[in-house]
């Protein structure tokens, strides 16, 4: 089946620097992939699609400056949060469809706990 | 916006029972809507898809059903398993098209020998 897989599993960092998070369709080629923000208790809240070699799009309120996302391609999307704080601090999912269709099942990642000290 | 409601409160039931978790939704009208599985520090794994135009969908111990009226999708688990235990997350097509999807803030399911 479908895997995608995400690394790093977890990363503590302090406050002010960066932090990059990849998403790898092992697989499978994926032209999109999402990614999504957990909080404790609470739902997947979709941050960003990533489209293969063009510009992110952005949820309304998600600062694109802040978590910069770059598809370079078929196969790897990451996400960087810049400047991190610690309200940055959360799990981090990213997914892709297997297929291109429409209404494809997503395959996620096992996500990325970050940590902002 | 769309809105989708599932029962925050945990649900314990015994082992072999059937476990029934309820996904509501409103503002919205989807072509199709998925459900997932995710344990602790995981992500979701897909466990079935149901389309607007289907009332019920099986799958080995599972079932869907999805009511456009009542704008509401149910999904049970037949003789249920301690290895069931597990939060299930509903999830709409979104408005946007294409695979995006929005989530519910899922039911925390917990089956007790």
């Known amino acids: 089946g479908a895997v995608v897989s995400q690394h790093p599993s977890w990363v503590i960092c302090k406050s002010g620097t960066s932090v990059k998070i990849e998403c790898r369709s092992l697989d499978f080629q994926a032209t999109t992939m999402f990614w999504y923000r957990q909080f404790p208790k609470q739902s997947l809240m979709l941050m960003a699609t990533?489209?293969?070699?063009?510009?992110?799009?952005?949820e309304q309120g998600v600062e694109k400056d802040k978590f910069l996302i770059n598809h370079a391609s078929l196969t790897l999307s990451t996400l960087t949060v810049t400047s991190a704080h610690p309200e940055d601090s959360s799990f981090y999912i990213c997914?892709?469809?297997?297929?291109?269709?429409?209404?494809?099942?997503?395959?996620f990642g096992n996500g990325t706990r970050l940590t902002v000290t | 916006s769309q809105k989708i409601e599932q029962n925050s409160e945990a649900l314990n039931i015994q082992e072999g029972k059937t476990a029934t978790l309820t996904c509501n939704y409103t503002n919205y009208s989807p072509a199709y809507l998925q459900w997932y599985r995710q344990d602790p520090g995981r992500g979701p794994v897909f466990l079935l898809l149901i389309r607007e135009n289907e009332k019920e969908k099986r799958k080995e111990r599972l079932k869907v059903t999805f009511d456009t009226t009542l704008k509401q999708s149910l999904f049970h688990i037949t003789a249920s398993q301690p290895a069931d235990s597990a939060t299930y997350l509903c999830a709409l097509d979104s408005a946007g098209g294409g695979n995006k999807l929005t989530f519910g803030t899922g039911t925390q399911l917990k089956v007790e020998l």
């Open positions: 997914s892709a469809a297997g297929e291109a269709t429409y209404n494809s099942p997503l395959h």
């Open positions: 990533s489209n293969e070699g063009s510009k992110a799009t952005y």
